[in-house]
């Protein structure tokens, strides 16, 4: 529906354009919006031109250029006649000139918003959406059994993929590779039956770590994503250990649950443009701490394309007494299964924090010039960590 609603809103502007009776004084508001709109469609018919070269042949590139040199000529040309002949005074047609290149504009739109709405359409096996949004299953290289995978998209943002090689199904790949910080964080944690709680379920993929003994406790608000994850996704039933979703809030569930005794919680659920702040206040992490083992850890998924997080959770460390490793992997073309990712492990464990994987891919800490208060359930301000 948001495309149709993007098209309703230019049909409906043209309808108010085309039904608006003009009196001799408003010639001249429609004679600037007709100029523009003519502008308008010569740039996007220039990108156009520009665009195509690179799927035509050779031969023909020499022609768009030629095309795009032709188009901008006869446009000047012909602002100039007009000019000379003072047509801009003369010319009372304004309104209709400009309901013309509505017209091409919404055609043009039209094309555009129909080709987004199908794109990708033979790689789309699932698409759902509810009050939380649209999840996408895409379906790639079905044709190559070693590289054959199904990915998981919330809106534009991928929330996970597996194989379907049976030998490689289990493996934890996109964010969470064995190099990524959750991937160090899980793997420094003490050998024996490890409690792990994950704020945000996605594909499951953190189950791919549980072993033989291990309990995986998820929470996830939308119920739509523990469907997907469990029709078109193996991580959570082929987990060795136990997995379990608590459904709803995960602020809420937490609250209203008797300790967990996690030796690792692990807050997933802020790379969208839109995040749960509630979820990175004092009093959330007052709550945390009432759920982690004496040397618990909490790691935190701070990959983020518009938020710059780390201030936010440096204060939260540096309130509660932790100890803090920024860990930042960075993707390849090698091994593109394993996206980019930045992590921030909160330890009170010196071992943990001193041992030799977590030390030597943690980072300098980041600067940022404008002071970041504490978030409170009272105050957190989104504008303050715009990137």
């Known amino acids: 529906e948001l495309h149709w609603g993007l098209f309703g809103c230019g049909l409906l502007f043209l309808t108010v354009c085309i039904s608006d009776r003009v009196a001799k004084q408003e010639w001249n508001e429609w004679r600037w919006l007709a100029c523009a709109l003519a502008l308008a469609a010569f740039a996007g018919l220039d990108r ?5 070269p690179a ?24 602002v100039a006649s007009w000019i000379a ?9 304004w309104r209709l000139l400009t309901c013309a290149w509505l017209c091409l ?22 698409r759902s959406r509810n009050f939380y949004g649209v999840l996408t299953v895409y379906e790639h290289e079905k044709k190559d ?16 993929l597996q194989f379907v090689d049976p030998a490689e199904a289990m493996s934890p790949v996109s964010y969470y590779g064995p190099d990524s910080g ?14 792990i709680g994950v704020v945000g379920l996605g594909t499951g993929t953190l189950a791919a770590f549980g072993r033989a003994g291990d309990y995986v406790r998820y929470y996830e608000i939308n119920p739509q ?30 609250e209203q649950e008797p300790p967990q005794h996690f030796d690792l919680l692990v807050l997933d659920a802020f790379s969208s443009d839109a995040i749960p702040v509630h979820l990175l206040t004092r009093e959330a992490f007052e709550l945390y701490e009432r759920h982690l083992k004496t040397n618990g850890v909490i790691a935190v998924h701070i990959s983020n394309h518009f938020l710059d997080l780390e201030p936010v959770v440096r204060n939260l460390a540096r309130h509660f007494g932790y100890k803090l490793a920024s860990i930042d992997f960075d993707e390849n073309d090698e091994e593109w299964w394993f996206y980019g990712s930045t992590w921030v492990l909160l330890l009170r464990n010196e071992r943990l924090m001193n041992s030799a994987a977590i030390r030597n891919a943690a980072s300098s800490p980041g600067t940022n010039a404008v002071s970041i ?3 409170t359930d009272d105050f957190a301000s989104l504008f303050q960590i715009l990137r």
Not at 108 to 124: C, T, V
Not at 145 to 160: D, E, K, M, V, W
């Open 105 to 126: 504009g919404m055609v043009a739109l039209g094309a555009i918003l129909w080709s987004h709405g199908h794109d990708s359409g033979a790689e789309r096996v699932c």
């Open 225 to 254: 994503v523990q469907a997907v994850a469990t029709s078109w996704f193996s991580y959570l039933p082929k987990c060795l250990g136990k997995v379990e979703v608590a459904p709803g809030d995960a602020r809420l569930s937490l």
């Open 85 to 93: 002949r003072k047509k801009f005074q003369s010319f009372h047609h």
């Open 55 to 78: 799927h035509a042949p050779a031969a023909a590139k020499a022609a768009f250029s030629g095309l795009r040199i032709g188009m901008w000529t006869v446009l000047a040309l012909l």
């Open 145 to 160: 059994p070693a590289s054959h995978y199904f990915l998981l998209q919330h809106g534009r943002i991928t929330h996970g």
């Open 48 to 52: 156009l031109l520009a665009w195509l």
């Open 182 to 195: 959750i991937g160090l964080g899980v793997n420094a944690l003490p050998f024996g039956h490890r409690r």
């Open 373 to 375: 208060p504490l978030w």
